[in-house]
């Protein structure tokens, strides 16, 4: 059977304001879902609070709307407990960055096989537009009083120091080109993470779709600019090909991140295939683990025994 995006949409009705940056982000997922041949039945949507965690309620598959900031340990312990399924988390800056911070830096040391899509619009748009941790030091939005007073969280940079194994950027009004971001992240072997670019049309009246069409720029013949440009697009390569250049490869990206302003990358930043992924630890230390992971374990019969069979478990130790 041939997909369709639409054969991912639900009848929830999407209440976003109008242009907001959630739409692209739905529609891409819906679009590369399909590209990929995925079922709905082989996807789960995990998501946390704010705009972006509707987006769970809207793509038809499996979805968790999980607690502010726990969406990346709700979406890890469902890829252990059963890694056939395909697992993307979804999140707002404010979620994976403030609260979630934590979880965000654990995360990249274990390197499961899953995909983690941060809507980037730097501020907290489900709240009234408080400053988000992406939120740069001395804007001032709309509903702020003052400037922000914080300095910003670099997702890209953090996500490279933290082990993410694929890192990249997108923007959620280039669908085409954020379509093929995730599909590169979900066929990616291991955690994949995608700054995404987000508007905020209520509460973001600086970081806007104009500002990023560089509406406020002009090259010499009179025409916008345009602040975004593909990394895919120059020479630069995002790929470790061997160990010996991960050093260098995660240098070159961490610089490639600091860029902002009137020149912003989006692209692949780095991809390290060679990095073990969770699962296959885990493999090494049960060998059944794939085979007869927890999802596929039957719990207890109908008088509630029981059904878990400890003998592999105590078959292992005794060769250990």
Known sequence: MVLKPSDFKTDVYADWCPSCGNFGIMNGLQMAFAEL?????????????????KVAHNIKCFGVHTLHGRTLPFAMGIKIAN???????IGGDGDGLGIGAGHFVNAGRRNL????????????????????????LGLKTKSL??????????????????????????YAYDVKHLKETIKAAIQHKGLAFIDCLQPCPTYNNINTKEWYAGEDQKNTLGAPQGRLYKLEETNFDPLVHEWTEELKKKTAAIEKAQEWGDRIPIGVFYRNPLEPTFQERLSQRI?????????????CDKNGDSYVDLQLFIDDLKTS
């Open 37 to 53: 041949g995925l079922e709905p039945h082989q996807i789960v949507l995990v998501s946390g609070i704010g705009c972006s965690g």
């Open 83 to 89: 890694p056939i399924l395909e697992v993307v988390a």
């Open 113 to 136: 096989d899953m995909t983690y899509i941060l809507h980037n619009n730097g501020v907290y748009g489900l709240t009234k537009g408080q400053a988000s941790p992406t939120l740069k």
């Open 145 to 170: 009083p003052r400037a922000n007073i914080n300095e910003a969280v670099n997702p890209i940079a953090l996500a490279l120091i933290s082990g993410y194994t694929f890192v990249a950027r997108s």
């Open 287 to 299: 060998p059944f683990y794939l085979t007869s992971p927890p999802a596929e374990q039957k719990l």
